[in-house]
């Protein structure tokens, strides 16, 4: 069965943006992109809420007919791309974005159907409040948090809403360059 590989830069007082969505204070280098993008060989799909899915969708398209794209910003680009594009969205029901496919109910059952089907992992891209809900039905299967040098003091908490206990397994621990750890865990079984 196919893995939910969650990914999200986080603060170290667990916040993903500052009070009006920013997120100047990311610590994004090679060693990062490195690190994140070693995620393209072992999924064929991510995973996207609204407002995530809108801000991709406006963004990395655009790099693959400009002739001064380059480097990592065009590799995720030629690797999105590729792939199915799950959204989930009560409002989207279409995009321009070759392969993306909308999904506006039964979360929890779409998930289990997709993760039945033959392919490589899933990875869940951002999109905190869809991370949330698939948090609390117990869909995500791996967490890799970038942990950043900073403590925003308001903002968007990552674990808001949740009302339950999720057990890890610290799969990995390492420092970046610039102040960053960078940990992966695994949903303990339930």
Do not use: C
Not at 58 to 66: C, K, M, S
Not at 123 to 140: C, D, H, K, T
């Amino acid at each position: 069965m196919r893995k939910v590989i969650f990914l999200m830069h986080i603060s170290l007082d667990g916040l993903v943006a500052g009070p009006n969505g920013e997120m100047d204070w990311l610590v994004y280098n090679d060693e990062l992109e490195k690190y994140a993008h070693a995620l393209h060989d072992s999924t064929d799909a991510v995973i996207y809420g609204r407002v995530t899915f809108q801000m991709m969708e406006g963004y990395f398209p655009t790099l693959l007919d400009n002739p001064e794209s380059e480097g990592g910003d065009l590799k995720h680009a030629q690797y999105l791309d590729k792939v199915t594009k799950y959204v989930f969205s009560k409002t989207l029901t279409s995009s321009d974005w070759k392969n993306t496919v909308f999904i506006h109910d039964n979360l929890a059952e779409e998930m289990k159907r997709i993760k039945e089907q033959p392919g490589k992992d899933l990875w869940l891209l951002g999109s905190p409040m869809l991370a949330q809900e698939f948090m609390r039905l117990g869909l995500i299967d791996e967490y890799w948090l970038t942990l950043n040098p900073v403590i925003l003091g308001n903002g968007k908490p990552l674990f808001a809403g949740l009302d339950n206990q999720i057990n890890l397994k610290l799969l990995e621990s390492r420092s970046l360059p610039g102040g960053m750890v960078v940990l992966r865990y695994e949903a303990a079984a339930k």
